[in-house]
């Protein structure tokens, strides 16, 4: 598939409205393509942004009873030049409206967060990776000291790999993903029929950040930033069992620099 075909059906494909063989068609050519990858990406965070509530603003009773009065302040003057009146009328009506339509339509300061807009591509890859098993990992391993070297050259850092086994969540595997822009590290673990996807990439605040939990789409998804590096665990395991695996991950790394 080329450039002209993908920009085509990346509408679709953001809509989630192309068939499977058509979606991983686009999906592969932009995994080689940074122009429609990055052409997808800002489609989805204007997306985002326009359903977004709360970067509607609602006018308040106060500016409504502004222009009203403002308006029948115009009706005042046009009784004393009844020939301008109605066209005054009207040009206060539509810088009215204009004022309510800009107004509308200002974002507010605290939009959505990085998060919120990073939490579908995590979904959407912990699918995609459970969809086709040959692409569910790359270097199919348990063992740290193969994962780990593995991603030696392929990505610009090196991802802490830990294997809880003894706490019951064996490490499966490592592959390359994509996320959030760039290409990181998804190391999948087990927890009896469930899969976690772990998403591993530098982070981009210096600080480390607590761990926060979400559901969406019946997925449980935690996420946290600890020494440098930003962590998505994501599974349909339940919450209790997430969170335990998030505790031993977040345990054995090694202590923040930071703190
Ligand atoms: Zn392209």
New binding site residues.
Partial sequence: MD?EE?RDLIDGYADRELDLVSSLRVER?MQV?E??MRAHQNLQALRSLMHDESLYFRPSAGLRKHITSALRAEVKIDRRLPWASWRWLAVAASVALVAIATLTLIPRPNGPSAEELVAPEVIANHVRSLMEPNHRVDVPSSDQHTVKPWFNGKLDFSPPVENPVDEGFPLVGGRLDYLGGRSVAALVYQRRQHYINLFILPSKDAQDLAEKSVKRQGYNLIHWDKSGMEYWAISDLNEAELRQFAEIIQNRLSPSPWS
């Fill in positions: 450039c993908t050519h393509c122009d429609c």
